[in-house]
């Protein structure tokens, strides 16, 4: 009896031992730090800047008025889009109205709504200011509210126009989340510059440097950095190059890659030398 007995004492140590072991590794894999979202949700926010930037300085700077009809007048723009430009006023105002109803834009997303733009010179004016407003503006039915500054500084050493860019957007999803984005960049026109007119902007690339910080749809604090120059050619849906280190509160560091280059949907996270692919 007494052998049976220290039998089951042995077997029980090893069971117990067991479930021990098997929640441990449980617990440690479910605090391993390897969750994306909130990376994909920086990315989101920072093309959503990009884009309303390029769109309104498209407009403005190619003379783009009237019903767009055709896509060679620019990705972000679909077929019943309206522009106005107003130089009469003080200070000048271009709105580009989508309509109330989503409409499919030729770089595959659905806007309505208005994108809204004050601006004291026009985009090749050294010293000139436009600031970016919303008006019930949706894209893929997220809401966008809030700003976007943008001042150009003149020529730099390198003979390119710089901007200084500065975003305080709140981007609401479908399901009432809210995500917030205060960005404070300097875009330099590398390419492109001394094309205008229809079709002008097809050949216009940027490299944009500096940093972020807001909250996520899951209301994650973050921070980011850029830490190798994006890039951002207007003939693209997409960053096509460049690196970012982004930092979600009581999470590890995240290396954001948008590639070398190719015009893809494909971005690498690291985060500690493991890499996973996320869509744009």
């Not at 200084?164 to 917030?180: E, F, Y």
Request: hydrophobic residues 35%.
């Amino acid at each position: 009896m007494r052998r049976n007995s220290g039998i089951l004492l042995v077997l029980g140590c090893v069971f117990l031992f067991s479930i021990y072991s098997c929640s441990k590794n449980t617990s440690s894999s479910s605090n391993s730090d390897n969750e994306t979202q909130t990376a994909t949700d920086n990315a989101f926010a920072q093309g959503t800047s990009d884009d309303a930037v390029a769109m309104s300085s498209e407009s403005e700077d190619n003379g783009m008025v009237g019903t767009i009809t055709d896509s060679t007048l620019g990705l972000m723009f679909n077929s019943h889009v309206n522009i106005t430009l107003n130089v009469a006023t003080s200070p000048k105002v271009l709105t580009i109205d989508f309509g109330s109803a989503d409409a499919l834009c030729f770089d595959g997303k659905t806007r309505r709504g208005k994108v809204i733009v004050n601006f004291t010179g026009f985009y090749r004016d050294s010293g000139s200011n436009h600031t970016i407003t919303f008006d019930n503006y949706y894209v893929n039915d997220n809401k966008i509210d809030g700003s976007i500054t943008v001042v150009n500084n003149g020529h730099n050493t390198a003979g390119n126009l710089t901007y200084s860019v500065k975003s305080m957007l709140t981007i609401t999803d479908t399901a009432g989340n809210t995500l917030t984005y205060n960005g404070d960049h300097t875009r330099e026109w590398v390419a492109g510059e001394a094309t205008a007119g229809i079709r002008g902007w097809a050949d216009d690339v940027y490299s944009i440097t500096g940093s972020s910080s807001g909250t996520t749809f899951t209301g994650t604090q973050f921070s980011s950095n850029i830490t190798s120059a994006l890039i951002f050619a207007l003939n693209c849906k997409w960053i096509e190059k460049g690196t970012i280190e982004f930092k979600p509160a009581g999470k590890l560091t995240r290396t954001i890659d948008f590639g070398n280059g190719d015009c893809d949907n494909v971005a690498t996270v690291t985060i500690a030398g493991i890499s996973f692919n996320i869509l744009l």
